[in-house]
């Protein structure tokens, strides 16, 4: 079987907030706000991995999601990292991520907040089959990285990671335990 990633937008590829500075998702022209640092050329890092199994999936506001496509289309996110509009998914629930986990088979799934990986954890505990292979990333490179409790309390399956080059080096180099309790 191949591996799949699945990533989160918001908080992971485009800074949403831009420490609460115009441009940002929320102020101003949105499609200005800033990605993460290394986000896009992070994905086209691991295209070489995945190949064509790399999707978007984020839970939105149903207005956000023609925001989030222009966004895409005026910072070239579709050429840039590899990843093809059709393979961008959007959602109006969190609970609903798990079900397009669930259907997209994804080994790899990278979100930057906690309650989403607390989330798929407790689905997994719940009996929810997902992959039996699964790894999950928590990004902390959008604001969190200097606060050392961010997610302290998820198991060691959870790797933190604190920007793209970190994460892009964990994934590539297989340096991460299954989010499955053994």
Request: aromatic fraction near 12%.
């Amino acid at each position: 079987m191949t591996d799949v990633l699945v990533t989160d937008i918001g908080g992971v590829v485009i800074d949403r907030k831009n420490g609460g500075r115009a441009p940002s998702f929320f102020i101003g022209d949105y499609r200005k706000a800033p990605e993460i640092p290394g986000a896009i050329n992070g994905l086209a890092a691991l295209y070489g991995r995945f190949g064509p199994r790399m999707f978007t999936l984020s839970r939105v506001f149903p207005e956000f999601k023609q925001k989030t496509r222009e966004w895409f289309i005026a910072n070239h996110f579709y050429r840039r990292s590899k990843i093809q509009a059709q393979q961008a998914y959007f959602c109006d629930e969190k609970t609903s991520k798990v079900s397009y986990y669930r259907d997209l088979q994804a080994t790899h799934i990278i979100d930057d907040r906690v309650e989403n990986i607390r989330h798929v954890l407790t689905c997994i505990a719940g009996g929810e089959r997902l992959h039996p292979n699964l790894q999950l990333y928590l990004f902390c490179g959008n604001g969190h990285a200097d606060d050392a409790t961010y997610g302290a309390d998820l198991p060691p399956s959870v790797h933190r990671a604190h920007s793209w080059r970190e994460l892009v080096s964990h994934i590539l180099n297989g340096k991460y335990h299954s989010a499955f309790p053994t």
